[in-house]
């Protein structure tokens, strides 16, 4: 067979995509994960006991909203990583943004405390854990992210990989966010972050494997 007669082969029954079904097949990932992730959390951990009094610390609601933010801007590169070539250049400055503001934050935090709190401040009494338990939620949205672009067409698979890995973690910190006890934004900086970043390690590392053609 020539080789125009083959591309005409191959060709001959496609249909087109309907607009918006890359954005519809992302959200419906996401949502499977969510849920499952906050299933996770309520049913292995549960919610910080202290979470009526937590609504009303600004604190709560800036740990909160950092990984939501996050997740964000990983839907937007999740959508570009999901294109042949796309590189979510823009994505990654607002991510890079975003924690350098909750970095200043950090700082102000610790500038207004007294120094027999920065212990809690930094470390609390979870940072050893933290990151694991980040991980650990953010399983079910990551498989969810593999499962969105394998019917997708990515071509930079180490980099597909490492973003569906960073928004997964995105999401499972907000998930876990809901049960932590920890109220020090130095701590958010370093240990959600580390776990968030242990996530985007996981999928670039398998990333290949999983979304290889």
């Not at 079904?21 to 309520?42: C, K």
């Not at 607002?94 to 470390?123: E, M, N």
Request: net charge positive.
């Amino acid at each position: 067979m020539k080789t125009d007669d083959l591309i005409d082969a191959l060709a001959r029954d496609l249909q087109p995509v309907s607009a918006g079904a890359l954005e519809r097949g992302l959200a419906f990932s996401l949502a499977s994960g969510l849920v499952l992730s906050a299933a996770l959390i309520l049913i292995a951990h549960g919610l910080r006991p202290d979470l009526s009094l937590a609504l009303h610390l600004p604190v709560f609601w800036i740990k909160s909203f950092y990984p939501l933010a996050l997740a964000a801007t990983g839907i937007g590169a999740m959508i570009s990583v999901a294109r042949p070539g796309g590189v979510p250049m823009a994505c990654g400055m607002a991510a890079l943004s975003i924690y350098v503001v909750l970095v200043a934050l950090g700082l102000w935090q610790l500038h207004v405390s007294p120094a027999t709190d920065y212990p809690a401040l930094i470390f609390g009494s979870s940072y050893w854990f933290c990151p694991l338990i980040i991980v650990a939620s953010a399983l079910p949205v990551f498989a969810a992210n593999i499962w969105f672009l394998r019917r997708a067409a990515p071509t930079h698979l180490g980099l597909a990989g490492f973003v569906a890995g960073m928004t997964a973690g995105a999401v499972g910190a907000w998930t876990y966010s809901w049960g932590c006890t920890e109220n020090g934004l130095p701590f958010l900086a370093l240990w959600y972050t580390l776990g968030i970043g242990l996530c985007g390690l996981i999928g670039a590392l398998t990333a290949r494997r999983l979304l290889r053609w």
